[in-house]
């Protein structure tokens, strides 16, 4: 019997032993990297560089709706409608149409959301690259490259918002999870003090497999858009960390940029929204999509690289040799119409009804007018994957000829000749450079590529309420008139309203804008 | 586990007494008989009160006993049975008869690595019998708890077969996963599913946190003890038992016909100035009642079972097999659950102080669901919400010649009948029976659970037992993608595609325990010490391409698939437990009695911060009615009072959660092709601990009228600590948020039993009703705004929150307060200012309620406006037995609870209405209650307000049973030991004031209960079924 007790203490002792065993409990994943480990190579930091670049190509956030830049903000200028299949589908849309966007808008949220993804990223890889075992170039130029990317999110944060936390470092913890509100003034004078960082180290030409990374060019034109909206906003120049960024200095970039960087102007003006034209010569900053890897989860569409803008502003039409089913979206406005008439462009801008084979669908706002620019066009349909969510066109963020506008805008020297570049592609004469025409220009020149609503709110509430409020009827208008009119509301400015929820979470740190 | 000490003690009583007293000799004879069957109690012992002197019944039961003297008094008992003194008064014969003691205290009771009578129990535990569980034709396990166990709330998730009801005990314990742990025959096991219900032999279930502590770590929820039927001595027995039954829908929902529907929308167009759409004049092609086409007639239902039981001295066995089918009564074959279990059970005597078993388990289940309560992709919900111009079938030729019918791959049915799309409504209301068609996920499983286990005694009264066990699955899910176009925006023009994804679930737990017991005089004591380690191990491999040349779509596999976007993924991860555990018990004469937990658990969820956990219980008995001092107060004739408390823990949160990993499906796409980005998947917090429940239950145990009254009353305040939630932070913080322990929540409530059991005259019946009220409340939440976010409904966002002193998962809306009959009315709603509320109101309109009193009413103004917990729960059951015939019935209830009634999709257009819209406000006919149609809402009616909420109160006839059992010469003619018909209806019945399909609906997440989507409703089941045994 002792025996058994023997054998029995010594059976149990295992068993307690066991259960001291720190080993057994000490699990880590099987199948994934631990991220307090993971910075360690310049490799290491080559993934965390492009995990900030992958927030450029999102244009939706898990749970939220589908929220594309482009399609957003023409939505909300004098461009194009809501749109949709009917008026159930581009509910959310229609209310950044018609100005009447509540503050639980999804929209609004997603947008909110997106480029905070950004700025943590950004913010992350500044806090990690120092411990990075890499060279002082490759430091300094992804540096410079993080802090332009920096700098595109909260501009589109900012334009949307106006009134946003301004954060350059990651939350520690939940301590740090309150953030106040800066000023305006704030946030744009970090944007610039970014922009001027970055074109001091970015580089001024990059490899051919490399295109798609930033230039030193890129920084300077977007410099010259944020200042252009934050001078016609604002009425005020930027800081950049003491360097004051005024129409003098950023009219100095833009000439380097036109003089010194290469860029130029297509031959053809439509090889700007063709896949010849990708990555060329007259792209400033382009962000890329593509259908590498084939996606197919509509769960979460953003893990795709597809441009889900062109999907949405595609004709609905079946059986279509030309155009692939499309959603409807941003139906374009018969005002911009109007204006294009008889412009050499409006045959590479608007897509009429008349031009398409197939069978259409008219949806919601129908107006017989698409985006041709940005569309469900056959040239871009993903090879595979989901077609809807495998587009491949590329958004050209910054154009040159954004640019030659910008500088005859800004009161170059050259006003004249750049005006005149930019006319004479599309085989236009010339016109006076005059304030006006410049300005004109641009409608005509950039319309349905995200640039118009800005370039209206920077004019000032008045101009905005002539411009944004409208009713004009086109020929192929389909439905009541009262769907396509169009009121803005001054008293928000033009900015989204800071999203409810965030409010919520933010204990009254967080205040609403006006006007909601 | 219910066992009979009968024997055993009949023999040791023989043993124990000896030698006879002659004084005053004087001589009994009698007979002890059962009060209630008249028939003779054999074994019985008879005693002379206060003497050694006694003797016992014979077979018959009669007995002879010689007293000391005439006037001596007589103590007879028998196991099971109320003891009974009588004088004997110089009487000669005396027959005496024995009422059935109801309250089983000498049953034994499941408390986790061991049992314990059932009178020295210190927690709250309730049980539900193998006789309770075969009443109704339950498909899980889970489900014969309802109604039955006061405290537990199973709510069925739907009325799809399979689906696993939502099991709360004792309230939600945690916004995180509140379900229960699982124990079958003492392995943790991950789902049950796997069992049939009819190889279990008793469902424990351990309340309060005293009685859980011993499972400390993942108990906080409660635990349910499952034994399954154990091996029994005795000649071969076979059980048949099966029965086949047909389901209907019990309740559908009045729509609108095609002429009301036209009527109804031409006036929302009226109402906005708009144009009409529809000639009312002319008389619609279909009238399409989408309903009755959706729900199954006759939907089969069987189950066949054999057991075989036997065994010798030395080795015994219960192995048995079963098969199960049902289809459901929407969909049928595409909502179909199949299984078919294997079992067997073993023990074995190797000697005196050694015996070893096993128990084996096998379970092939074939499922195929549909979405059961969805607002997109949900059959029924668009089946409510689509428009009844539309055919089910498309028949006209013109159209089938044009489009989409002649251009898309429309979807038709098995006999090439082309399926209708609506022309009017879109978005994701589409034709239920296609949608039901291209369905064809389905899920495969093979799993075995098992144990071996050897119990040693190694002196007397102290053993030590082992068990090692396995629970392993094999989860098999195929999808096919089939080309459809349900319309405009349901469709998938482009490829088909297949994926197969297999998951490999692993599970070994080794349990060791040495128990000591030790009764000295009236002193009984048991000491119970041991270790469990346990692993979880879990791997998958995902396959995926395109473009698959399909005839049967039951057949898809990924060589078919033409396509070259191959994709692979697989993962892998694992989980430890280990754990040290102590109980001792204590009882004097059964009157006081103790009982301590200590538990000590060690999880890899947890960093090396907080990785270890100790959860400690106590609990206190005192039988009041075991006093002397206690006064014989009529009809009590028992009385307990019971304490405990416990702290359990809760650590049901993914793995290695305190540490952030990399996620690398970042990616950009340069020139040079796609690279790879990586980012933390999450922010991290090192720091996350346990969920820490605390609990204290006071209870009453009341027997009454010689124990056939037998009464239960529990009173429980329970507080969880430390809830582990992934907290929305807000988003300026950049990436998703870390677990962290962000919340307290209590429980408190009420449990109460009442059973009465009766045998006169022939007839044996009993009564049992049980009630429980659980209010619930959440007292902490660590983020800024107190608010955890809940479900969203349709497209209008979140409608359930969990906030600071509110019950979880609340209904979050507007209040209204009527509809203006005029605009007089419209400009007299004004705020604090004196503001008109809602200007661009028209009389019809609803009236919003300026909640926060601001003077405007917008998002800030939602608020609480309905509980979908209920604050009642209860169930009754009776059966009656009358010579061969038997009758049972089951009821159970809620009260207290609302229902956020969201099957009306309002924020579309063209949608179907129930006819409840006919009673709306118009000019003519004003509404008090039902708001104006419109077609622009410019008063937003349809926003989320208490208009969507309804009483959820219902009480329903879950179950009726008549059954038949041959009489004992036809039985022994057909060679059958017994032999028994039954019918039965289960859901006959409900009465309820909730006007959707079926009030019962339980919870798709701790945030989303009871959110009627266009719930799949509980069918109203008939069966007819025997069992017979050989």
């Known amino acids: 019997m002792k025996n058994y007790i023997t054998k029995l203490a010594k059976a149990l002792l295992v068993v307690l032993l066991l259960s001291s065993c720190e080993d057994f409990l000490d699990l880590k994943p099987l199948d994934q990297v631990v991220s307090s480990n993971f910075y360690q190579t310049e490799e290491d930091a080559l993934k965390a560089l492009v995990a900030v670049y992958d927030v450029l190509t999102y244009q939706s956030t898990p749970g939220v709706s589908w929220a594309p830049f482009l399609t957003m903000s023409d939505i909300l200028s004098d461009d194009a409608y809501a749109g949709g299949a009917d008026a159930n589908d581009g509910m959310d849309e229609n209310e950044f149409n018609t100005f009447n966007i509540p503050t639980t808008s999804l929209l609004a949220h997603s947008i909110w959301i997106k480029n905070y993804i950004g700025i943590y990223r950004a913010n992350l890889y500044l806090e990690i690259i120092d411990g990075i075992d890499a060279t002082d170039d490759f430091k300094s130029r992804t540096i410079a490259e993080v802090k332009f990317l920096r700098a595109y999110f909260y501009f589109e944060q900012v334009r949307f918002f106006e009134n946003i936390p301004l954060l350059t470092a990651t939350i520690k913890g939940p301590s740090e999870y309150q953030q106040e509100q800066n000023t305006p003034q704030e946030v744009y004078n970090q944007i610039a003090l970014d922009l001027v960082q970055a074109i001091s180290d970015l580089p001024t030409s990059v490899p051919a497999a490399e295109a798609g990374r930033i230039t030193k060019w890129a920084a300077q034109a977007l410099l010259a858009r944020v200042f252009l909206f934050y001078n016609g906003v604002y009425n005020a120049d930027l800081n950049a960390g003491g360097t004051t960024v005024n129409q003098a200095y950023v009219l100095t970039q833009l000439e380097d940029l036109i003089t010194n960087s290469g860029h130029d102007l297509f031959e053809n003006y439509q090889d700007n929204f063709k896949l010849v034209g990708e990555f060329g010569i007259e792209s400033v900053f382009e962000i890329s999509h593509g259908d590498t890897p084939p996606w197919w989860d509509w769960g979460y569409p953003r893990g795709g690289n597809g441009n889900l803008a062109a999907q949405m502003q595609g004709p609905r039409v079946t059986g279509s040799q030309k155009w692939n089913r499309g959603w409807s979206f941003a139906t374009v406005n018969h005002k911009l119409a109007q204006d294009l008439a008889g412009d050499p462009r409006f045959q590479y801008t608007i897509l009429t009804e008349e031009e398409l084979d197939g069978t259409l669908v008219k949806g919601y706002q129908h107006t017989g007018y698409y985006s041709k620019k940005y569309s469900s066009d056959a040239e871009h349909w993903g090879s595979d994957g989901q077609f809807e969510l495998n587009r491949t066109c590329n958004f050209r963020v910054i154009r040159f000829s954004d640019v030659l506008l910008m500088a005859a805008e800004l009161g170059s020297a050259n006003a004249q000749t750049y005006l005149d570049r930019v006319r004479i592609r599309v085989g236009l004469s010339s016109i006076p450079a005059t304030p006006e025409n410049i300005y004109r220009e641009r409608r005509l020149e950039l319309s349905l590529e995200g640039i118009r609503y800005f370039d209206v709110l920077r004019k000032g509430l008045s101009f905005a309420g002539q411009q944004l409020t409208h009713s004009i009827s086109g020929p192929n208008y389909v439905g009541d008139q009262q769907i396509f009119q169009v009121t803005f509301n001054s008293n928000t400015k033009g900015f989204l309203p800071i999203p409810q929820t965030e409010i919520d979470l933010s204990a009254g740190t967080l205040v609403q804008n006006d006007g909601y | ?1030």
């Open chain 2, 1 to 1030: 586990m219910r066992v009979n000490f009968q024997s055993l003690l009949i023999t040791l009583l023989m043993l124990s007494y000896s030698g006879y007293l002659y004084a005053q000799a004087h001589t009994v004879t009698g007979k002890v008989t059962d009060s209630e069957t008249g028939s003779g109690i054999p074994g019985a012992t008879i005693l002379e009160q206060g003497t050694t002197n006694g003797t016992s019944s014979n077979l018959d039961g009669n007995y002879s006993i010689t007293v000391s003297n005439p006037n001596a008094k007589l103590e007879v008992s028998f196991v099971g049975y109320q003891t009974t003194i009588v004088e004997v008064n110089n009487q000669n014969v005396i027959n005496i008869s024995l009422f059935f003691q109801t309250t089983e205290l000498e049953e034994l009771v499941v408390i986790g690595y061991g049992v314990q009578k059932k009178k020295v129990v210190t927690g709250a535990i309730a049980s539900v019998s193998a006789e309770e569980i075969s009443a109704t034709p339950i498909l899980r396990i889970d489900q014969a708890m309802q109604g039955r166990t006061p405290g537990v709330l199973v709510t069925n998730l739907s009325g799809q077969p399979g689906e696993a009801p939502t099991v709360r005990i004792r309230g939600a314990g945690t916004t995180g996963n509140s379900d229960p742990l699982y124990i079958v025959d003492g392995m943790a096991v991950g789902g049950i599913d796997y069992l049939n219900p009819g190889d279990i032999e008793s469902i424990d279930v351990l309340k309060d946190a005293a009685s859980a502590a011993i499972y400390g770590a993942r108990a906080a929820n409660g635990v349910v003890l499952i034994t399954t039927k154990g091996a029994k001595k005795g000649e071969m027995n076979v059980t048949y038992s099966g029965y086949r039954g047909i389901q209907n829908v019990s309740k559908t929902i009045d729509m609108l016909n095609a002429n009301q529907y036209k009527m109804i929308w031409n006036e929302a167009r009226r109402n906005s100035n708009l144009t009409e759409t529809f000639d009312l004049n002319e008389i619609p092609k279909h009238n399409t009642n989408w309903q009755e086409h959706l729900f199954q007639k006759n939907a089969p239902i069987t189950n066949h079972e054999i057991s075989v039981t036997g065994g010798n001295e030395k080795s015994t066995y219960a192995s048995s097999m079963s098969y199960y089918t049902q289809q459901g009564i929407i969909g049928g074959d595409k909502s179909q659950f199949d299984r078919i279990t294997g079992r067997l059970n073993s023990r074995h005597e190797v000697n005196s102080n050694f015996r070893f078993g096993s128990n084996l388990a096998y379970s092939h289940i074939i499922r195929r669901g549909i979405a059961s309560n969805q607002s997109f992709n949900g059959a029924y919900s668009s089946a409510l919400n689509l428009d009844p111009l539309t055919p089910l079938y498309e028949e006209d030729e013109y159209e089938l010649s044009n489009d989409p019918y002649a251009s898309e791959p429309v979807v038709t049915n098995p006999d090439g009948k082309v399926y209708g799309i609506s022309k009017i409504v879109g978005a994701e209301i589409v034709n239920p029976l296609a949608l039901l068609e291209i369905q064809n996920a389905q899920t495969r499983v093979d799993k075995v659970v098992g144990n071996i286990f050897g119990e040693l005694e190694i002196i007397e009264d102290l053993k030590f037992n082992t068990s090692l066990g396995i629970d392993m699955a094999y989860v098999l899910n195929d999808s096919h993608r089939p080309l459809f176009y349900l319309n405009g925006a349901q469709l998938n023009v482009e490829k088909t595609s297949v994926s197969k994804v297999i998951d490999r679930y692993y599970t070994w737990q080794w349990e060791n325990t040495i128990a000591y017991s030790k009764i000295i005089e009236d002193h009984n004591f048991s000491v119970l010490l041991g270790t469990t380690a346990s692993k979880f191990n879990f791997e998958n491999l995902f396959g995926f391409n395109a473009k698959v040349p399909v005839t049967d779509p039951n057949h898809v596999y990924l060589n078919m698939a033409t396509d070259t976007v191959w994709e692979a993924r697989g993962g892998a991860s694992h989980a430890a437990l280990l754990s040290t555990f102590g109980r001792l018990t204590y009882d004097y004469k059964s009157k006081y009695s103790f009982t301590g937990i200590i538990r000590r658990d060690g999880s890899s969820k947890f960093g090396p911060n907080n990785r270890y956990g100790i959860f400690p219980s106590l609990g206190v008995s005192w039988v009041i009615s075991d006093e002397e001092f206690m006064p014989n107060i009529h009809p009590i004739n028992f009385l307990k009072l019971r304490a405990s408390w416990g702290v359990n823990g809760n650590q049901e949160i993914g793995d290695y959660q305190f540490i952030s990993v990399m996620d690398y499906s970042r990616g950009y796409i340069f020139a040079g092709g796609r690279m790879i980005g990586a980012s933390p998947a999450y922010i991290e917090n090192a720091d996350i601990h346990w969920e820490e429940s605390e609990q204290i239950d006071i209870a009453f145990d009341i027997g009454a009228y010689n124990n056939r009254l037998t009464a239960t009353i529990d009173f429980y305040n329970k507080t969880t600590k430390g809830l582990l939630e992934r907290i929305p932070i807000p988003a300026h913080v950049g990436n998703d948020p870390p677990y962290a322990n962000v919340g307290s929540v209590r429980n408190r409530g009420i449990e109460m039993s009442f059973n009465w059991r009766h045998y006169i005259e022939g007839v044996k019946y009993s009564i049992g009703i049980n009630g429980a009220y659980n209010k619930n409340k959440m007292i902490v939440i660590g983020n800024e705004d107190g608010v955890l976010p809940g479900a969203t409904w349709a497209v209008a966002g979140m409608v359930t929150r969990t906030e600071l002193g509110l019950p979880i998962a609340y209904f979050w809306g507007y209040k209204t307060n009527g509809i203006f009959q005029s605009q007089a009315e419209i400009y007299q709603h004004i705020g604090i200012t004196g503001e008109v509320l809602q200007p661009n109101a028209k009389p019809g309109d609803v009236r919003f309620v300026d909640v926060n009193k601001d003077g405007v009413i917008n998002e800030k103004d939602r608020t609480m406006i309905g509980n979908p917990t209920p604050e009642w729960t209860f169930g009754m059951n009776g059966s009656i037995e009358y010579k061969q015939f038997d009758f049972s019935m089951l009821l159970i209830g809620t009260y207290g609870n609302d229902i956020f009634n969201g099957s009306q999709r309002q924020d579309l257009y063209y949608t179907n209405r129930t006819t409840a819209i006919l009673d709306r406000w118009t000019e003519e006919k004003p509404s008090k209650d039902t708001p104006r149609v419109t077609w622009y809402d410019v008063n937003n009616n349809h926003r989320v307000s208490d208009l969507y909420i309804e009483d959820g109160s219902y009480l329903r006839i879950k179950n009726v049973q008549f059954g038949y059992t041959l009489p004992e010469n036809l039985q022994k003619r057909l060679k059958a030991k017994t032999l028994r018909f039954y019918v039965s209806a289960e859901n006959l019945f409900t009465i309820t004031k909730y006007t959707g399909a079926d009030p019962e609906i339980g919870a798709m997440s701790s945030f989303d209960i009871a959110i009627d989507r266009g719930i799949y409703p509980q069918a109203r089941t008939f069966r007819l079924g025997t069992t017979m045994t050989f």
